[in-house]
């Protein structure tokens, strides 16, 4: 019988009900209804979409609403707390555009791609937590950045050897353990160590 929209404060309501297709004297099915739900998802606007489906007592036909929850605008984005790694190669894993609804999965994204920039540089304890704030109404996002210390290699262990030493073992790996000098500094690689593993050593 009818089709309303509620929730939204941002996207018109006529611009809801066309994504979704659905029209008053349509027929219902489960196919329909799920077919709405995903089409009104994809345009990128909401955290949330469902449909309700209430039958009028008296005339016995179907008042469908269409229940939204808007994602916020982004209107700001940074980057705090990186020191070793500089911060603008930090800042160019972030792709969130200004003006644009939040996707988290654009936010699980950047954090992702944020600590791989700490990975490669040996910072393995490396923390990124993204902080949202709202002001009137738009988000502010700051990616907050817990560098750690970086992993270093106190000493190399070598078990199972028999007939070569665990001195040539360990002479022949590029990862090497820290040492007095300022350039035995025992940083851990994980590219380098698994040439150790899969060439250094079994050559």
């Known amino acids: 019988d009818s089709v309303t929209v509620v929730g939204n404060r941002r996207v018109p309501s006529a611009t809801i009900l066309a994504d979704a297709g659905l029209t008053k004297g349509m027929t219902l099915n489960f196919p329909t209804v799920q077919r709405a739900i995903k089409n009104v998802f994809q345009g990128g606007q909401f955290d949330d979409v469902s449909i309700v489906c209430g039958v009028d007592e008296t005339t016995q036909k179907s008042l469908l609403t269409v229940q939204v929850v808007e994602r916020p605008i982004l209107s700001l984005v940074d980057v705090v707390g990186p020191k070793a790694v500089s911060p603008n190669t930090v800042k160019d894993k972030v792709d969130l555009l200004i003006g644009r609804p939040v996707d988290p999965e654009q936010v699980a994204r950047a954090v992702q ?91």
């Open 113 to 203: 791609r944020i600590d791989s920039v700490y990975l490669a540089e040996g910072y393995y304890l490396a923390r990124i937590r993204p902080e949202t704030t709202m002001v009137e109404g738009r988000m502010q996002l700051i990616f907050r950045v817990d560098e750690g210390h970086r992993l270093a290699i106190s000493g190399i262990k070598v078990v199972g050897n028999a007939h070569v030493s665990a001195k040539d073992i360990a002479g022949a790996m590029k990862t090497k353990p820290e040492g007095f000098g300022f350039w035995q500094r025992g940083e851990f690689g994980a590219e380098k160590y698994a040439q150790d593993v899969g060439e250094k050593v079994p050559e």
